[in-house]
């Protein structure tokens, strides 16, 4: 039978595609788990052409190295730290080598780029958590390293090798280091008239120069640089590129870069809740974004992301800590706030695959997500 439609949004599910052929026990097991009933359409039974087209894509986009979590997320958090306090500084001194004309440090952003590939290859989550709980800061760049590791942890999910996870990193830590060359106020507060907007597009040729000329990144670095803002429909700046025109690296870097502009605070970004900012990316499928690379991005980020903020049916509030890659609808959560508000110390720890009750017969369930700075956390008050 072809499934046509679900009785709930597909990206509450596990199912890459949005219309499938059900053909195996293990796929009405997990129908069950996530709906009541499904719409099926008798008149679609040869979808073998379908099927293939699909399997092409995605391996068109994704690789064949598989990757096993080497440390749980509380050994993993305290070397995410250490990775992500260098990376830091690999920004700031970035920012101060461009603002007075000197050349980016290849080897000290080479350095940054290994290090965040390092950790997420052990434990994606505890980067991805870690970045969530930083405070936030509108100066130009300082969604760098964020955006570094989301596109690092999107690349492992692929099964991209680990050499070319480090240049993701990389193209995360600098395809905006134009910003830098723009007016501060610019820089700082975007654009709000159409002649600014075109001034800021500027950003994008300052950044391949600025990487052109730094000796010591990888050569293919410049050109990827130059394509987080092409889209699939050709609508992106500043080339107008569609389709196969834009390579690989430069569609991940256009979702992930969207999906942090959603979710960031302003004045850049939207500070929409995950779920909220997952739902606009979907809805922009084969138009300003690959198809096939949304919905992995989707199932690389999760219903409930790492990191997010969540109100529970009990009325307390809990960040998600892990996802449980065998059921998204329920990861690990850390419960921060009672139903009144209040601050829990210490914390309450929940697996929510192992169905913890509220109390007898009523198992904790996730109502909804949350903006990300909803829930004030310094990271030091976890496993550090």
Known sequence: MYVSKLDRPWTETPFVFQGFVLKTEKQIDVLKQHCKHVFVDPEKEDLSEIAKANAEELAKIRGTTVYTEAASVEVELPRAQTAYTRTTAVVEELSRAVDIGNAVDSSRSHEAAAQITDSVVRNPDAMALLIKLQEKSGATLSRAAEVSVMMTIFGRFLQLPPDRLEILGMLGLLQDVGKLKLPTELANQGPVNAAQIELYRTHVDHSVEILSNTAG??????????LHHERFDGSG????????????????????????TLTAPPPFGENLSPSNALNIIY?????????????????????????????LNSGE????????????????????????????????????????????????????????????????????
Do not use: W
């Open 283 to 311: 809805k922009g499928r084969g138009k300003q974004f690959h198809p096939a690379l949304v919905e992995q991005f989707i199932q690389c980020v999760g219903v409930f992301p790492v990191g997010c903020a969540v109100e």
């Open 237 to 260: 700046y500043p080339r107008g590129l569609r389709g196969g025109g834009i390579a690989l690296f430069g569609l991940i870097a256009g979702i992930v870069d969207t999906f942090d």
């Open 317 to 384: 509030v809990a960040l998600v800590i892990a996802q449980n890659l065998v059921r998204r609808l329920q990861p690990r959560i850390m419960v921060v706030k009672d139903a009144k508000g209040n601050p829990l110390i210490p914390y309450k720890m929940l697996d929510l695959m192992k169905e913890p009750k509220i109390r007898p017969g009523e198992p904790y369930r996730i109502q909804r997500t949350l903006e990300y700075d909803s829930v004030k956390i310094d990271p030091k008050e976890l496993f550090l």
């Open 217 to 226: 990144l990888p050569p293919e670095l410049p050109g990827l640089a130059s």
